[in-house]
T-cell receptor, first 113, second 115 residues
């Protein structure tokens, strides 16, 4: 059972545009929602994360929007740059130190110059 | 942020041999570490939770006798792929939580190729 659904599978955005990736979750016990960026041959790196007590979190060009009632959250990358080209994973976890992180299926983002 | 290392970064082995992959937390202690497997162009799938001083917890469908996990210290977990076969070829990644928010820090991954 896929607990975190992610879309789109791939995305092409022009340089300077806004990249938007969407995720939905099923388990209401999740209370930690991180986004990871992964480059080929590397491990994933935390980009930004949110907890359900806020509806939006912004760090630089990256913003998470969170809709608790709809059980959906999204990543917005403003002013997308070629260096942002990577695979992005949304994820969810109950949040304690021993908790598993459940990953979405990933979005391959390509920023065209 | 905290740093997690893995060794080796890549390994090629013959079918039937065993391969050990190390995961270390370099600047923090981790009573729990996680092992993931990632096939090309796919997501990370959790294989098992490594617990310091006790047995690992395996996800459904993961053979515990094939993927041996040892968490002997607060900074080291090892994954041994026993009697490896070509279908075990994959990218193996570990992670460890650290900090008040229990943020997960991931290692750089180990590329295993079984011939």
């Amino acid at each position: 059972q896929q607990q975190v659904k992610q879309s789109p599978q791939s995305l092409i955005v022009q340089k300077g545009g806004i990249s938007i990736i969407n995720c939905a979750y099923e388990n209401t016990a999740f209370d930690y929602f991180p986004w990871y960026q992964q480059f080929p041959g590397k491990g994933p790196a935390l980009l930004i994360a949110i907890r359900p007590d806020v509806s939006e979190k912004k760090e630089g060009r990256f913003t998470i929007s969170f809709n608790k009632s709809a059980k959906q959250f999204s990543l917005h990358i403003m002013d997308s740059q070629p260096g942002d080209s990577a695979t992005y994973f949304c994820a969810a976890s109950p949040g304690s130190s021993a908790s598993k992180i459940i990953f979405g299926s990933g979005t391959r983002l390509s920023i065209r110059p | 942020g905290a740093v997690v290392s893995q060794h080796p970064s890549w390994v090629i082995c013959k079918s039937g041999t065993s391969v050990k992959i190390e995961c270390r937390s370099l600047d923090f202690q981790a009573t729990t570490m996680f092992w993931y497997r990632q096939f090309p162009k796919q997501s990370l799938m959790l294989m098992a939770t490594s617990n310091e001083g006790s047995k690992a917890t395996y996800e459904q469908g993961v053979e515990k006798d094939k993927f041996l996990i040892n968490h002997a210290s607060l900074t080291l977990s090892t994954l041994t792929v026993t009697s490896a076969h070509p279908e075990d070829s994959s990218f193996y990644i570990c992670s460890a939580p650290e900090g008040p928010g229990n943020e997960q820090f991931f290692g750089p991954g180990t590329r295993l190729t079984v011939l």
